[in-house]
C-alpha cells in the first residue's frame, strides 16, 4: 500500500491517483492515518483484500492490537505484516523508561 501525507497530496495530487489505480493510498496527517483514496474501477474484492493491512495497522500503531493479533487479521504472515509496518515507517517497539533500564543491563552483562 502506498502512503503519503497530506503536503505531497497537495504539491502532487495526480501521484496520489496513480498510485490509488493499482492501490489504494493511504494519507497520513502528521504520522497518524487520515483517510484512505481509493479508485472506483477496481473491484471491491480486491479494495477490501488490501484495506485488512491497512486497518491492521493502524490498530497495531495505536496499541490496540498486539503485533501477532494486527498480523493475524491483516491476512498476511508475520513476517509479511512487519514489512508493511516498516513501508508506513510504524516503530514495532516503543522505547520507554524500562527499555532504556534494560539496555543498560544487557549491556553491562556484554562489557
Same mark, same amino acid.
Given at each position: ?5 497530506? $503536503? #505531497?497530496?497537495? $504539491?502532487? /495530487?495526480?501521484? &496520489? ?6 492501490? /489504494? ?5 502528521? %504520522?497518524?492515518? %487520515?483517510?484512505?483514496?481509493? #479508485?472506483?474501477? $477496481?473491484? @471491491?474484492?480486491?479494495? !477490501? ?13 495505536? $496499541?490496540?492490537? !498486539?503485533?501477532? &493479533?494486527? &498480523? ?12 508493511? @509496518? ?8 516503543? /522505547?520507554?523508561?524500562?527499555? &532504556? ?6 549491556? !553491562?552483562?556484554?562489557?
Amino acid at each position: 500500500m502506498y502512503a503519503t501525507n497530506v $503536503r #505531497n497530496l497537495k $504539491r502532487n /495530487p495526480s501521484e &496520489a491517483l496513480r498510485h490509488a489505480e493499482q492501490e /489504494p493510498v493511504l494519507i497520513l496527517k502528521g %504520522n497518524e492515518p %487520515n483517510a484512505l483514496l481509493l #479508485n472506483l474501477k $477496481r473491484s @471491491l474484492d480486491y479494495t !477490501s483484500g488490501q484495506l485488512k493491512p491497512a486497518l491492521a495497522a493502524s490498530l497495531f500503531k495505536d $496499541r490496540v492490537l !498486539s503485533l501477532g &493479533a494486527a &498480523a493475524n487479521i491483516s491476512g498476511l504472515s508475520l513476517s509479511e505484516f512487519i514489512e508493511h @509496518l516498516t513501508q508506513l515507517d510504524i516503530d514495532l517497539v516503543i /522505547p520507554d523508561a524500562q527499555t &532504556a533500564q534494560e539496555l543498560a543491563t544487557l549491556e !553491562s552483562w556484554l562489557s
